[in-house]
């Protein structure tokens, strides 16, 4: 149905029938992005890029930082910074970042990550704020430390 707009030119007609049926569109594949289902997510900061992505497992949530940060290979390496008079270590420095938290988005139970030394090592940790390093077993590589202590399977 075609109706003058009001206050607008004689000749400009707004499509009224139509809006509502394009704004649900948009709205539902809106929805369909962001399935009920899917409740973590995993997000990675390589300098000033931010990367998120939602999935519905601790277990693949930890796959899938695992695969990001270790594709990042020598380009998360960093030489010795200097800040003022000291002498920053490339393992004192962190290149790269990837967070985990879910279930929820207000206040997630999971908060946890791995982040990329300047050296190219990984070291897990949980918490956001307060950072507690979680300590590797033998043999045992950051990302299976987070699955040990998150609670995912071997797999």
Do not use: W
Not at 129 to 140: A, F, G, H, L, T
Request: one cysteine or more; a positive charge; glycine letters at 10%.
């Amino acid at each position: 149905m075609n109706v003058p707009r009001p206050g607008g030119p004689a000749g400009m007609v707004c499509l009224i029938s139509q809006a509502p049926r394009r704004a649900s569109r948009r709205m539902s594949a809106t929805r369909a992005h962001y399935d009920r289902g899917v409740s973590y997510t995993v997000t990675v900061r390589v300098g000033p890029k931010v990367t998120r992505r939602r999935v519905p497992s601790v277990d693949d949530a930890i796959d899938v930082l695992e695969l990001e940060l270790r594709s990042l290979g020598d380009s998360a390496k960093r030489p010795p910074a200097r800040a003022f008079l000291r002498e920053i270590s490339p393992q004192a420095q962190v290149s790269a970042r990837g967070e985990l938290s879910g279930p929820g988005r207000l206040r997630p139970s999971v908060r946890a990550g791995v982040d990329v030394r300047g050296d190219g090592s990984f070291e897990a940790y949980r918490g956001k704020v307060n950072r507690d390093v979680i300590e590797q077993q033998r043999r045992e590589s950051a990302f299976d430390a987070l699955r040990r202590v998150l609670g995912g399977d071997d797999g």
